[in-house]
């Protein structure tokens, strides 16, 4: 595609109001239980305009990151973050590599079914929780997977689905935030970043504003065990939609 959908230039405007809502609905679930804005619009967006994820997706990434960071920054659990980064800078390779070299589909396939077995597991017995050698695995899986899909976070968000939320929110924060910005450095660095990128991203963001300011008043609502579901949920639908999209 010569050209993003989402380009003013491209007067578009039902794929911006289309695109936006989408954005807005991430944004908003995100900011209420940690993460979810890649997981809902990476798909989505993909069948409006492929050329929309993960660049653009990414993009906005790093701005509801970093104020959800800012908004409950003294629940971040920097530990955690850095020990996630260590695997996720590897990880970002392998996604990179796997765009270059294997059927996308196929990978996204991979990527949906892994995210379902982790959520089973945790249902059934597994207790999942983030030790060192835990966060290092999640951060390289949620590095392959975020690169090349843009769907990152059940990997690190399944390991802390039994923190309270604002630990949840804060520290997924901070690491979507430096994780996103790893990888489009990496995707700039492997030349799949492009000027089109850039006004996409500034189109969608302030849908994804609107969604952050929105979800302000649900983080009362959602913790215990509606934040544990609710991060198991999410997780579980988004899997879900990926392998149902790359199957048909």
């Given at each position: ?208 504003l609107a969604g952050f300011a929105a979800s302000g008043p649900l983080r009362k609502f959602l913790r215990g065990p509606r934040l544990r579901y609710a991060v198991l949920g999410v997780a579980a639908a988004s899997a879900m939609f990926l392998i149902l999209r790359n199957l048909f």
């Amino acid at each position: 595609m010569s050209a993003l959908m989402l380009d003013p230039a491209s007067g578009s405007s039902v794929g911006l109001l289309v695109a936006g809502l989408i954005v807005l609905v991430g944004a908003v679930v995100q900011g209420s239980i940690g993460y979810g804005l890649n997981l809902l619009a990476g798909p989505l967006l993909a069948l409006i305009d492929p050329a929309l994820v993960p660049v653009p997706v990414l993009m906005i990434a790093c701005v509801q990151a970093a104020l959800a960071v800012v908004r409950e920054h003294k629940h971040t659990e920097w530990r955690g973050v850095g020990w996630a980064m260590v695997g996720r800078l590897p990880g970002n390779v392998l996604g990179v590599l796997a765009v270059a070299s294997l059927p996308l589909a196929q990978f996204n396939i991979v990527i949906g079914v892994s995210v379902l077995v982790c959520v089973g597991l945790s249902m059934l017995s597994l207790k999942l929780s983030p030790t060192r050698p835990g966060l290092v695995v999640a951060g390289a899986a949620s590095g392959a997977f975020g690169t090349a899909s843009s769907i990152g976070g059940p990997p690190i968000a399944l390991l802390y689905q039994h923190s309270t939320g604002p630990v949840v929110r804060a520290t997924l924060g901070a690491y979507f935030l430096l994780a996103s910005i790893s990888s489009v450095v990496t995707l700039l660095i492997a030349g799949q970043v492009r000027v089109e990128h850039l006004s996409a991203a500034a189109v969608l963001l302030p849908f994804m504003l609107a969604g952050f300011a929105a979800s302000g008043p649900l983080r009362k609502f959602l913790r215990g065990p509606r934040l544990r579901y609710a991060v198991l949920g999410v997780a579980a639908a988004s899997a879900m939609f990926l392998i149902l999209r790359n199957l048909f």
